[in-house]
């Protein structure tokens, strides 16, 4: 079964609408979809309707922000109740903030020769709320000082370059916590994009079993191919499930909606619970 369980709309910062995203995983063969935008639910009515108009299956997903020992982590959570109070109220914490801070990032970028990335940045922002670095990355493509956003996140907008601000997001148990209470499975999303020593990422992924987390993502756009492997094994390991997602968020920014490799049938997927 082709299975996508992470990628994003304008509900946070993907290119296309729910149900564009939802249409063009479809029209890529894609059988089991889940939305997942970044700290918002608002997108899920929209793709739930369309997916049920093409016939593809759905599930209500969520990628929370979390800091974890100074740096960000993402926490994605499938098969969620949307109307739960407690993940609703998390959310609304989690998204707080985003607008100042994008102010500060322009400062950096400002300093650094670049005008007016706040305006652009908003003005590519379908909700303004939600503005993030993948905006700002757009912008900079858009005028022309890199040429892809890629490239972006390369001399700008990561840790030790102008427009980089960090940020307090959710701690990790809170938003495990959410996602259980939401009838959710949490499943740490792309562990090869931490960068973590092999100690520290034990750490991280014997707290996050023990907080409630469920599955790793193992094949996602975000990991080479060698990564399959190496967190194959982990999840294998820990006695985790895995997932699998392309963390698409629009065309020609990365991985296509459901063109990434099977997972590795040694593998306990997580979506078991939810396909026919
Ligand atoms: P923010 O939540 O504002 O910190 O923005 C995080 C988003 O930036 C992620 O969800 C990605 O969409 C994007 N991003 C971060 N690092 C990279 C990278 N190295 N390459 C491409 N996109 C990235
Ligand atoms: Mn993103
Ligand atoms: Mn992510
Ligand atoms: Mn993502």
Redesign the pocket.
Known sequence: MNVDLHC?STAS?GALSPREVVRRAAAGGVELLALTD?DQLSGLEEAREAAHEEGIGFVDGV?I?VSWRGM?V?VVGLGVDARHHALNEGLERVRSG?IERAREMARQLEDAGIAGSFEGAMALADNPAMV???HF?RYLAQCGRVAT??EA?RHY??PGKPGYVA?GWALLADALRWIVEAGGRAVLAHPGRYRLSGGAMADLLGEFRAAGGGAIEVVTGSHAPDQYALFGALALQYGLAASRGS?F?GPEE?AELGGLPELDTRLRPVWADWSP
């Open positions: 994003h910062d970044h990628e922000s960000t993402h985003r993030s670095r993948t990355a956003t890629k996140f907008l990561v940020h963390d968020h990365g």
